[in-house]
């Protein structure tokens, strides 16, 4: 089901638009804009292709995996999530994929639990929210970009007592939680 468009109006236009930067992993564009007040202005939008965020939990544990993340100089606790550095046509091969590239893992089901935008302020990319149940150790797959890539899995208490202290800070990984609780409770 499609959420309802909040307005039908747009509220920016589109005048011009340059591409400023491009690499493998994204695309850096300017935009001059007309709000509707009338007031012209410029937009900058990363654009990056569709990614995936994983819940893998089994037998009341939860695995994640800890790297270091560049843009904020530090080491970062979250559950397993990436994109390819493509279109995708099937969120679930990116899901699974993922997956072993990140914990060495399979999972017997792959639930959608939904799709969110990562960051729409100054983003374009889509991450799909998936459930892994069923796992199953297999040949670990790490980019290059994952090289110091640790796995740990804890269980739901300590995850949840991980977001609540700050240990875990990434959005991303607090909004898939939301998402599984939603969908959980609606189970019963």
């Not at 039908?8 to 935009?31: C, F, G, K, Q």
């Not at 269980?155 to 240990?167: A, I, K, S």
């Amino acid at each position: 089901m499609k959420a309802p468009s909040v307005t039908a109006v747009p509220a920016i236009t589109t005048l011009s638009s340059r591409e400023v930067y491009r690499n493998h992993w994204m695309r850096l564009r300017e935009d001059e804009i007309l709000r509707s007040n009338g007031e012209k202005g410029i937009y900058g939008v990363v654009e990056k292709h569709d990614a995936a965020i994983i819940l893998p939990i089994d037998h009341g544990r939860i695995w994640l995996v800890e790297q270091h993340r560049y843009t904020i100089g530090e080491r970062a606790l979250e559950l397993p999530q990436g994109g390819w550095e493509m279109e995708i046509d099937c969120p679930e091969e990116l899901a699974r994929g993922e997956l072993r590239e990140e914990i060495g893992m399979d999972a017997a089901e792959m639930r959608c639990l939904g799709m969110l935008w990562i960051a729409y302020g100054f983003t374009r990319q889509k991450q799909h929210v998936f459930l892994a149940t069923g796992l199953k150790p297999a040949q670990k797959d790490p980019d290059a970009e994952e090289h110091d890539l640790t796995v740990r899995s804890v269980t739901v208490e300590e995850f949840e007592q991980m977001m609540l202290d700050g240990t875990i800070r990434d959005g991303c990984t607090v909004a898939a939680w939301g998402l599984y609780l939603l969908w959980k409770a609606r189970q019963k």
